[in-house]
T-cell receptor, first 111, second 113 residues
Framework: EDQVTQSPEALRLQEGESSSLNCSYT??????LFWYRQDPGKGPEFLFT???AGEEKEKERLKATLTKKESFLHITAPKPEDSATYLC????????????FGPGTRLSVLP | NAGVTQTPKFQVLKTGQSMTLQCAQDMNHEYMSWYRQDPGMGLRLIHYSVGAGITDQGEVPNGYNVSRSTTEDFPLRLLSAAPSQTSVYFC????????????FGQGTRLTVV
C-alpha cells in the first residue's frame, strides 16, 4: 500500500532559524514527489515537483531535495509569512495525477 | 483568470439530506478530482475524471457520486449525508499528461449534524 508520512507534525521556529521538514514515502512506481503549501482556510498551492533522486529545486527561502525514500524541504532564514502547513504528495498512478498525500507539517515562524 | 472555483464555501446539512458541491475550472484542464481533508490525515481522493464523460473512483468513494458532462464542471453529489462526511472538500484540476502540478479550489467546509 502506498504511504506518505511527514515529520514533524508541527514545528515552531524563530524568525531566521533555519530547519528542515521531512517526507518519507513507500510507493510502487513513483511518478513525482510534490510539495504544496496550504494556508488556513485555503486550498493547497503548488511549490515544487521532484522526479529523480538527487534532484533539487529552490524558491526564495525554500529548497526541496529528493532521495529514493524521502524528500526534505529546507527552510533558510524563515520569515513569519512562511507560516503555513506544508504538504508532501506522491503521484504513483499511470496518469501521475492521483496524489497520495502526507498529513502535513504545520510550521509557525515567530517574529 | 479565476482558476478553480468551488461553491459553496460553507454548508451545514442534516443527516439524510442530499446536496451537490460545485466545482468549475477555466483552464481547459482535462483532469479533475475531488479530495476530502480531515484533521491529522492527508487529503484523500474521492473521485476523479480524465475528461468529459469519464469518471472513476478514488480511495474513499462511498456515499459520493460524480459526473462530468463538460470539461469545465465536475460536481460532487452527496446522496444521503452522514456525520462521517463532515470534512473539508477540495476540488483540483490539472493537465492529464506528464504528471504536472494540480490547481486546487478554496475548499468547501461541510458539517453534517
Amino acid at each position: 500500500e502506498d504511504q506518505v508520512t511527514q515529520s514533524p507534525e508541527a514545528l515552531r521556529l524563530q524568525e531566521g532559524e533555519s530547519s528542515s521538514l521531512n517526507c518519507s514515502y513507500t510507493v510502487s512506481g513513483l511518478r513525482g514527489l510534490f510539495w504544496y503549501r496550504q494556508d488556513p482556510g485555503k486550498g493547497p498551492e503548488f511549490l515544487f515537483t521532484l522526479y529523480s533522486a538527487g534532484e533539487e529545486k529552490e524558491k526564495e527561502r525554500l529548497k526541496a531535495t529528493l532521495t529514493k525514500k524521502e524528500s526534505f524541504l529546507h527552510i533558510t532564514a524563515p520569515k513569519p509569512e512562511d507560516s503555513a502547513t506544508y504538504l508532501c504528495a506522491v503521484g504513483p498512478d499511470n496518469y501521475g495525477q492521483n496524489f497520495v498525500f502526507g498529513p502535513g507539517t504545520r510550521l509557525s515562524v515567530l517574529p | 483568470n479565476a482558476g478553480v472555483t468551488q461553491t459553496p464555501k460553507f454548508q451545514v446539512l442534516k443527516t439524510g439530506q442530499s446536496m451537490t458541491l460545485q466545482c468549475a475550472q477555466d483552464m481547459n484542464h482535462e483532469y479533475m478530482s475531488w479530495y476530502r481533508q480531515d484533521p491529522g490525515m492527508g487529503l484523500r481522493l474521492i473521485h476523479y475524471s480524465v475528461g468529459a464523460g469519464i469518471t472513476d473512483q478514488g480511495e474513499v468513494p462511498n456515499g459520493y457520486n460524480v459526473s462530468r458532462s463538460t470539461t469545465e464542471d465536475f460536481p460532487l453529489r452527496l446522496l444521503s449525508a452522514a456525520p462521517s462526511q463532515t470534512s473539508v472538500y477540495f476540488c483540483a484540476s490539472s493537465y492529464s499528461i506528464g504528471g504536472g502540478k494540480a490547481f486546487f479550489g478554496q475548499g468547501t467546509r461541510l458539517t453534517v449534524v
